[in-house]
């Protein structure tokens, strides 16, 4: 697949994920399409934002989560840019 491809079906997959308030058909479409571990990646990855956000070290989150500091700064960096997505998706579960 070239990178236009890969373009494609991402926009797609946001696309059909944006049309739907379903949670349950999401878990269920997530579940499917991506693997135990891939899952974590993810889930992992959030909750270091939602840490952050809360005020906790990066050290600290480090410890918990069993992530990089590298990750962790990269979360970091996303959560303080202006119109930040992570602060746009943070403010949608509060």
Same mark, same amino acid.
């Given at each position: 697949?070239?990178? @236009? /491809?890969? /373009?494609?079906a991402f926009n797609e997959l946001v696309l059909a994920l944006s049309?739907? +308030?379903? %949670? +349950? #058909?999401?878990?269920?479409? #997530? @579940? %499917?399409? #991506?693997?135990?571990? +891939?899952?974590?990646?993810?889930?992992?990855?959030?909750? #270091?934002?939602k840490l952050i956000d809360s005020g906790v070290t990066q050290r600290q989150i480090s410890r918990d989560l069993g992530l990089s500091l590298c990750k962790i700064t990269r979360g970091s960096k996303e959560l303080k840019k202006e119109e930040s997505s992570f602060r746009k998706m943070l403010n949608l579960i509060k």
């Open positions: 697949m070239d990178k @236009k /491809d890969e /373009d494609h049309r739907t +308030e379903d %949670s +349950e #058909l999401i878990e269920d479409f #997530l @579940k %499917s399409l #991506l693997t135990d571990n +891939e899952i974590y990646e993810i889930s992992s990855r959030w909750a #270091l934002v």
